[in-house]
């Protein structure tokens, strides 16, 4: 099969532009909401998420990044995980409305350690989750609450986000390498 490309860079921007209304519109505005990257894509995604909010409702929402690394459940096998940096929004999560975003949802391990994570920063009212791509194969029971595209995938095959601040282009696509977590 060798990579295909699934979403080009306006597909991307739609999926986010779609995104952004459904959390408005579940959130009932924007009071009380925070968004939370899971580096590094995540937290990058977040900050988009966080702009076209902006753009809609004329106010800002505040953007962390929540590094999961030591709460993994799978050190042992990835032991050569480096360490992104936690940046948590000056008003906190007590008592807000946290939107998780990630890049990519496939086990549900990564959600898990962030849900740990979360909870050494305080105790939000509620959490849900923002995926750019649902590629399926949980070993959890995790569910995305705003799903940029569902991508049905086998297993063995490597799904790829690049964004244009780390990687120049912004694309999605589907190899036949083997899947990450």
């Known amino acids: 099969?060798?990579?295909?490309?699934?979403?080009?860079?306006?597909?991307?921007?739609?999926?986010?532009?779609?995104?952004?209304?459904?959390?408005?519109?579940?959130?009932?505005?924007?009071?009380g909401l925070v968004l939370v990257g899971i580096p590094t894509r995540g937290s990058l995604l977040a900050q988009r998420i966080a702009a076209i909010i902006s753009r809609i409702e004329g106010e800002d929402v505040p953007v962390g990044s929540l590094d999961v690394t030591m709460y993994r459940d799978d050190l042992a096998q990835h032991p050569t995980r480096a360490?992104?940096?936690?940046?948590?929004?000056?008003?906190?999560?007590?008592?807000?409305?946290?939107?998780?975003?990630?890049?990519v949802l496939y086990s549900g391990r990564t959600v898990r350690a962030a849900l740990d994570a979360l909870n050494d920063h305080g105790r939000p009212r509620a959490v849900r989750l923002a995926a750019l791509i649902d590629r399926g194969h949980r070993e959890l029971p995790v569910r995305a609450d705003?799903?940029?595209?569902?991508?049905?995938?086998?297993?063995?095959?490597?799904?790829?986000?690049?964004?244009?601040?780390?990687?120049?282009?912004?694309?999605?696509?589907?190899?036949?390498?083997?899947?990450?977590?």
């Open 83 to 103: 360490p992104h940096p936690t940046d948590m929004p000056v008003s906190g999560i007590d008592g807000a409305t946290v939107v998780l975003v990630d890049d």
């Open 146 to 181: 705003y799903i940029g595209k569902n991508l049905p995938s086998a297993k063995h095959e490597r799904i790829s986000v690049r964004l244009t601040e780390l990687d120049g282009v912004d694309d999605v696509t589907i190899s036949d390498a083997e899947g990450r977590g």
């Open 1 to 31: 099969m060798g990579t295909r490309t699934v979403l080009e860079g306006a597909e991307i921007s739609r999926a986010l532009t779609r995104i952004s209304h459904e959390i408005i519109e579940a959130n009932k505005g924007v009071a």
